[in-house]
């Protein structure tokens, strides 16, 4: 793991994505700590950070792309498959080479409390606390990236549907106030989905029973549940798609509150991600 | 070493290797050889562990590949089809992260990837970038990546494509040096490749393993003739009649054509006969122009076996060499030659298939091209 850490890590740094990565976030924090603290005089670390995070809509893409659609193409994957390590073990080095550089100017930016201090009082727990939200946050979406990136062999398809998931997913708080909120509108919502994770499933495996396994294993609770308990519905649709709202759990972590299940939240959404890489890995090999 | 156990690959409706079972053994170079998609990179892929199988177990030295692919992996050097490069890394930096990937560590790193940088003659280009190396150096680096933590079997998918003769000859020099310590199993679909190499060879057909025996088995069976080719001017009639009557003749037939006819015979295995059928011909004052054993090359062996009606029967045997040699019979070299007769610049010569007059089909220099 520590070998393709490395390596992955100098290859990012000797590679212009680095760079771009490192200088992108650098000079949007930069423009908003000037915009927002030097000339508006807030003392607020934490509204800065909350702008930067569009940012993650083109850099998190950025930083993903290249991990596994790269290796694809050039066939170098055959060369991580024949290595006697675990595929686990292979993600996580190039997750945590991820994490590394996207580490770097979190850690600068981890700098501008101090410099704004000097100048008046900042508010220090609200400005690590949000810091470290806006780290655990970029975690989740590199991690998404990633994933996206061993759908496809190549980068700039990988990167354009993980910065459509990622812009959905921006997006989706003020969506979820749109939905309509009648039980029966819910349930259709449902349905469809349903169905939809059928069709995925079938996309994905090219088996009608398992497909339809998959869907049938939905539409059957959703029904019990709607033919029981018909009020409950109302407005679920809207309130299950806002708890996709990735972004919005680092608002929760602003305001010098340590919100636990924010941080609990993103977590498990790039593990979750995690493991969905290693196992679309393990499926290539299968197929 | 190795034990393939009934492997089978299916992809959808196609199966790509058929139940193929074999064994390799300590310290030798075995040769996989097949026509394109004949299933040998799927093979391979499976044997490494790239690949999962449809069925079928492989284990390397008692290591299941799939159980317990870490121990099996760490047996096992693998050069695939496309070295798997980085091409924006150096040699060094490439091998050193390999080497680390296979677990080694500190002293043993630079102490391996120095070693194999000397044997795979890399020395001059380690520390240029990959993607500035000839594609006979990026093969080298490859094999240098798959001779990383000692493993006791390397396994390396057509290592001489797209190479010049004289990069091939030397890529062949340095299999052969492996082979001196290692097990060397090498794929390849050009006979002379295999055969120049190989101690063993496998010959595979359509995902079906046709042969499996050693160089000199094979030479063997391919030496043993019983066909003779004469030529001879005079009259067919006469001339088979004479022929018919002789001792140790089985068959005899052929074709007339400008006054001197072709025939062909068999004869019984045992004795030469060559004396009495020129006496017979002389007697008959039809006189004899040439006189050929027909032979059969390892080529014709490799032809043969890889036409389309070689397939196992219910029970899964597959039929002996000798046995579709002889069912093939005489038309085995023209058969061959339609069948490939395309694309390739075969010469008229190649008909009679003596040893002056052979040229090889599968040469190099066209796999060359096509590699382009």
């Not at chain 2, 008909?351 to 089909?361: A, K, R, V």
Request: glycine share 8%; proline share 3%; net charge negative.
């Amino acid at each position: 793991m520590i070998s393709v850490f490395r390596k992955e890590f100098r290859s990012y740094m000797n590679n212009v994505t680095g760079a771009v990565f490192i200088a992108f976030l650098l000079f949007f924090a930069g423009i908003y700590v000037t915009a927002v603290n030097l000339r508006g005089g807030y003392t607020s670390f934490e509204y800065v950070l909350s702008n930067c995070t569009i940012v993650f809509l083109l850099l998190a893409p950025l930083l993903g792309m290249r991990s596994f659609a790269e290796e694809k193409r050039s066939k170098t994957d055959q060369l991580l498959y024949s290595l006697p390590m675990s595929v686990t073990k292979i993600v996580l080095g190039k997750y945590f080479a991820m994490l590394a550089v996207f580490a770097i100017p979190v850690f600068i930016t981890g700098l501008y409390p101090l410099i704004l201090s000097l100048f008046g009082e900042v508010f220090f727990k609200g400005a690590y606390i949000a810091l470290l939200g806006f780290f655990v946050l970029g975690a989740a979406l590199i991690a998404i990236c990633m994933f996206m990136s061993t759908l496809t062999e190549s980068q700039v398809i990988s990167a354009v549907i993980s910065f459509g998931a990622l812009l959905v997913m921006y997006m989706m708080n003020g969506l979820s106030t749109t939905v309509p909120t009648s039980p029966i509108a819910s349930y259709i919502c449902f349905f469809v989905l349903s169905i939809a994770l059928g069709v995925v499933f079938w996309l994905l495996t090219r088996d009608y029973i398992i497909s339809a396994i998959a869907a049938i294993v939905c539409l059957i609770p959703l029904n019990i549940f709607y033919f029981t308990n018909n009020a409950a519905f109302g407005g679920l649709f809207g309130k299950v798609i806002s708890y996709l709202a990735v972004f919005d759990r680092f608002t929760d972590m602003t305001g010098g509150i340590f919100d636990v299940t924010a941080l609990v939240y993103l977590l498990s959404f790039a593990v979750f991600f995690v493991y969905l890489t290693v196992q679309a890995v393990e499926k290539r090999r299968w197929s | 070493m190795i034990e393939v156990k009934n492997l089978v690959k299916q992809y959808g409706a196609h199966r790509a290797v058929n139940s193929i079972s074999f064994t390799v053994e300590k310290g030798k170079i075995y040769g996989l050889l097949g026509p394109n998609g004949a299933g040998k990179s799927t093979t391979m892929n499976i044997i490494t562990g790239c690949l999962a199988a449809t069925s079928g177990s492989v284990t390397v030295d008692g290591h299941d590949i799939f159980e317990e692919p870490i121990e099996a992996k760490r047996l096992i050097g693998y050069l695939p089809e496309m070295p798997p490069l980085y091409t924006d890394m150096t040699p060094t930096e490439y091998l050193t992260f390999v080497a680390e990937a296979k677990g080694l560590r500190g002293f043993d790193v630079t102490g391996q990837v120095n070693e194999v940088i000397e044997v795979t003659g890399l020395e001059e280009y380690k520390n240029k970038l990959i993607k500035n190396l000839s594609k006979g150096y990026r093969q080298r680096v490859g094999i240098a990546q798959a001779m990383l933590g000692n493993p006791e079997v390397i396994i390396l998918d057509e290592p001489t494509v797209g190479l010049d003769p004289k990069q091939i000859l030397e890529i062949r020099d340095l299999i052969r040096r492996l082979g001196e310590t290692k097990t060397v199993i090498l794929s390849s679909h050009i006979l002379a490749e295999i055969s120049a190499v190989c101690e063993h060879i496998m010959i595979i057909s359509r995902g079906n393993l046709v042969a499996n025996d050693t160089l000199e088995n094979l030479e063997a069976i391919a030496n043993k003739s019983n066909k003779l080719r004469l030529s001879v001017r005079g009259g067919l009639e006469a001339i088979l009649e004479k022929l018919r009557a002789l001792d140790g003749v089985i068959s005899a037939d052929g074709e007339e054509k400008d006054g001197i006819s072709t025939v062909r015979l068999e004869l019984e295995k045992e004795g030469d006969h060559r004396d009495g059928i020129f006496f017979a011909m002389s007697e008959n004052k039809t006189p004899i122009l040439s006189m050929d054993y027909e032979e059969t090359t390892l080529e014709d062996i490799f032809l043969a076996m890889t036409e389309d009606d070689v397939y196992p029967d219910e029970e899964g045997n597959l039929p002996s060499i000798e046995e579709i040699l002889s069912r093939r019979g005489k038309s085995v070299e023209e058969d061959a030659t339609e069948e490939i007769g395309e694309n390739t610049p075969l010469s008229e010569d190649n008909e009679t298939g003596s040893d002056e007059e052979y040229t090889p089909l599968f040469t190099t220099d066209r796999e060359e091209d096509d590699a382009e």
